[in-house]
């Protein structure tokens, strides 16, 4: 495997730099979410969003191998190749954008299923898209220990019969420790819509990461920055506004049912203001967010009534 600082056509560490910045971009210009997804979803199987709402177990009807790579580029481009999306989303979408800019094989990325999490790798050079990363970019060469942070998977690279492989080392047990080869992007999307399906849970986590002028992988110190989250949850019948990731706990909630035009109207008000006080703006608005989000919350009001807040 090269060295970032092998490739010297533009400047030291063109292909860090590049990566960079493509995974800024992609983290700043829209929220962590599924809703994209979800819509999607609905779509994929001609159903309302009142339908799921009455009987959310018709999610269930959508298969991750619907997806396949022809259709990565037309049915299901919007769900990753928009301003928003999910760890699948993100790492295709960076992972096509350089290889876009720079045709052939100078970037050679490969997708691994970890489980509830997907990530990208860079066969040439080592670099991982992880949208969970605290740094941004990272370089995790053969043989380095790596632990995501989402569900503390812990494993190192290696390569094996001409691919690179992630061997998972999150059991105790060696003797469990076992090898994750790569996949498509389009069987990873299509995992990760499925997972959408069957949890019934949207999300819409607010994020971004300053930008940095450091040019070099050996000299990168940002660290990405969470605010809000907004969540619906089907089988309870509300959303919840989480202020911060530090106190998960500490949530308010939209609850259908039992309110009255009055309450509905607080309702509407304080997700305005919790969008302008934990959230980014721009980001709730990102592939229409915010727009998907009313539509869902006019079907509730048919399906479940009106809804009243509690903090």
Known sequence: ME?????NEDGPNIAFSHCRDQWIQAFNEGPHTSFKMFQKILEVLELGAQDVLHDPTRLLDFRARY????????RYYDTWAGRSGRCTSFAIKVARGLEQMYPGD?????FFDLGKHRVARCQRYGFIIDSESRRGIEMLPEGVNWTTTTDDRRGRWKYYNNHSVFEDRTSSNPRENRDIFPITAAVALGICLEQVARNAVLVCLFRSIPDYPSTSIHD?????QYRGAVRWRLAMRRMELTP??????DYSTITFGDGSPETNRECAINLVAFIKRCGIEHQWKADEIDRFNRQLW??????WGYPVWRS
């Open 3 to 7: 060295s970032p600082d092998d490739y």
């Open 67 to 74: 997806v396949d790579e022809h259709q990565l580029y037309s």
């Open 298 to 303: 006019q079907a509730a009001i048919l399906e």
């Open 106 to 110: 100078r970037f050679q990325f490969e």
């Open 220 to 224: 990168q110190a940002s660290t990405v």
């Open 244 to 249: 911060s990731l530090d106190d998960r706990d």
